[in-house]
């Protein structure tokens, strides 16, 4: 798979230096190389591009301004600054990666990979078979560069970081890490079995032993319940 991508920066060195690193990378074709994101804005509407390696601290309009207004497109970013202080920053939008200066070409590649890994599993859910996708025993997700296949039956809850999802499963006492927002997660979710109780967290209702008060225990993890999910929660057990 290859990835169209774009070096925004106001620095010629940063940006011939990015330049190089993406030639370098097999999976990455440039298409598009900026000094400044008004350019960039002018020429986005003209073709689809993949991944924005983009470089905060610029005259006009900045990195992260320029990262809003795109920011509900199939476009994925990589933040490139001098400045730690942006990373939160750099999360709330559709940032898949932050890379503090100098970096290195293996930490670029490495931040590069990240998105290769996010377009793949994208890819791999489109051209799944309707029966396959939507299959009533489990879930395929992409770990370690590798798809498995999770049945529902051994899934004890979900937790959601940023762009990341841990997947908690029986007899098994690592979670199962991959490239995949909780929202997108929860809707390939069957309703009847799943339950959203937190911002951060999906349990599956059948492996809940107990609820008390903030706090739902699965085995002996607690998992907390958001206040704006509990009257959903108590419905759903319900009903269960």
């Not at 299959?135 to 997700?141: C, W």
């Given at each position: 798979m290859t990835l169209n991508c774009w070096?925004?920066?106001?620095?010629?060195?940063a940006l011939n230096l990015l330049e190089m690193?993406?030639?370098k990378t097999p999976f990455l074709n440039l298409t598009g190389k900026f000094n400044n994101a008004v350019s960039a804005m002018e020429q986005y509407e003209k073709g689809k591009v993949d991944i924005i390696f983009l470089d905060i601290q610029?005259?006009?309009?900045n990195g992260l301004e320029f990262a809003h207004m795109i920011e509900n497109s199939y476009t994925r970013i990589v933040f490139t600054t001098a400045f730690s202080k942006y990373a939160l920053d750099g999360?709330?939008?559709?940032?898949?990666?932050?890379l503090l200066k100098p970096f290195s070409y293996a930490d670029f590649l490495v931040a590069a990979k990240?998105?290769?890994t996010w377009f793949e599993l994208i890819t791999h859910k489109k051209d799944?078979?309707?029966k396959e996708e939507n299959?009533?025993?489990?879930?395929?997700?992409?770990?370690?560069?590798?798809?498995?296949?999770?049945?529902?039956?051994?899934?004890?809850?979900?937790?959601?970081?940023?762009d990341y999802v841990k997947i908690y499963t029986l007899n098994n006492p690592n979670p199962i890490l991959t490239l995949m927002n909780l929202k997108t997660l929860e809707e390939d979710l069957?309703?009847?079995?799943?339950?959203?109780?937190h911002r951060s967290f999906i349990v599956q209702k059948n492996k809940i032993d107990s609820i008390k008060r903030n706090r739902i225990s699965i085995g002996k993890n607690e998992i907390p319940i958001g206040e704006t999910y509990r009257h959903n929660l108590i419905q759903g057990i319900e009903k269960s």
């Open positions: 070096i925004l920066d106001d620095e010629p060195f690193y993406v030639n610029m005259p006009d309009v999360y709330k939008v559709n940032a898949i990666d932050y990240k998105a290769l799944l078979p309707e299959s009533s025993n489990g879930i395929f997700v992409k770990s370690d560069y590798k798809l498995i296949q999770i049945q529902y039956n051994d899934i004890l809850y979900i937790e959601g970081l940023k069957p309703k009847d079995r799943f339950i959203r109780v």
